[in-house]
């Protein structure tokens, strides 16, 4: 049974930082992708990385302010978040897919963590 388990959510002030972690279980993946939706929003992309080189794509909301990274061996995604702001606040999931292509669309994915809160205050 595959799992994907999120943690590093938490409440930080404006500015601050926080580190996402998102481990899977039961099997192996090269592509990830970070999605989050805040209250009364659709669910947005926010990061994903692919294939054997990494490649990584991000939402200009958070470019230069968010780094996704991957852990192969411990079948681990992360993203880091700096100069986080109130509007970044929302439910933060990882999902893990088969395909290395169009990972901007939760369509997708196939596997997806339950969720962690983040939320950034002013």
């Known amino acids: 049974q595959v799992q994907l388990v999120e943690s590093g959510g938490g409440l930080v002030q404006a500015g601050g930082s926080l580190r996402l972690s998102c481990t899977a279980s039961?099997?192996?993946?090269?592509?990830y992708g970070w999605f989050r939706q805040a209250p009364g929003k659709e669910r947005e992309f926010v990061a994903a990385i692919a294939g054997s080189a990494g490649n990584k794509d991000y939402a200009d909301s958070v470019k230069g302010r968010f780094t996704i990274s991957r852990d192969n061996a411990k079948n681990t995604v992360y993203l880091q978040m700096d100069s986080l702001k109130p509007e970044d606040t929302a439910v933060y999931s990882c999902a893990a897919s088969s395909r290395t292509a169009a990972l901007r669309s939760s369509a997708m994915y196939y596997y997806w963590g339950q969720g962690t809160q983040v939320t950034v205050s002013s």
């Open positions: 039961g099997r192996t993946f090269s592509n």
